[in-house]
């Protein structure tokens, strides 16, 4: 599978800004989907994630409340919706699919991944 994330750009603190997720493929409804971000000099870290029924998401604590995951099958599309961002917000954020559920929070765990969008949040 192929994904492609977009939807980032430059936003100020208190803003709201959604990223996208397309994936290719017929078999998208059958993958987990979770969203990552590296800021510069950082590891890559779990921002949210949502499992392939939609049923169960996951946040990072940094983001509950401010963040929400939901993914729309037919569309093939997982999305990011970010709200109240903070400077401490920008990064490259990816996006990736998970096809065994052993960890939705693991990065390593994840089959697929997009090539990323950068958010910027100035203060």
């Known amino acids: 599978v192929q994904l492609q994330a977009s939807g980032g750009g430059l936003v100020q603190a208190g803003g709201s800004l959604r990223l996208s997720c397309a994936a290719s493929?017929?078999?998208?409804?059958?993958?987990?989907m979770g969203w990552f971000r590296q800021a510069p000099g950082k590891e890559r870290e779990f921002v949210a994630a949502?499992?392939?029924?939609?049923?169960?998401?996951y946040y990072e604590d940094f983001v509950k409340g401010r963040f929400t995951i939901s993914r729309d099958n037919a569309k093939n599309t997982v999305y990011l919706q970010m709200n109240s961002v903070k400077p401490e917000d920008t990064a490259v954020y990816y996006c990736?699919?998970?096809?065994?559920?052993?960890?939705?929070?693991?990065?390593?765990?994840?089959?697929?991944w997009g090539q990323g969008t950068l958010v910027t949040v100035s203060s």
């Open positions: 949502m499992t392939w029924s939609g049923i169960s998401t």
């Open positions: 493929g017929r078999t998208f409804s059958t993958y987990n």
């Open positions: 990736a699919a998970d096809t065994t559920s052993r960890g939705l929070r693991r990065a390593r765990e994840y089959d697929y």
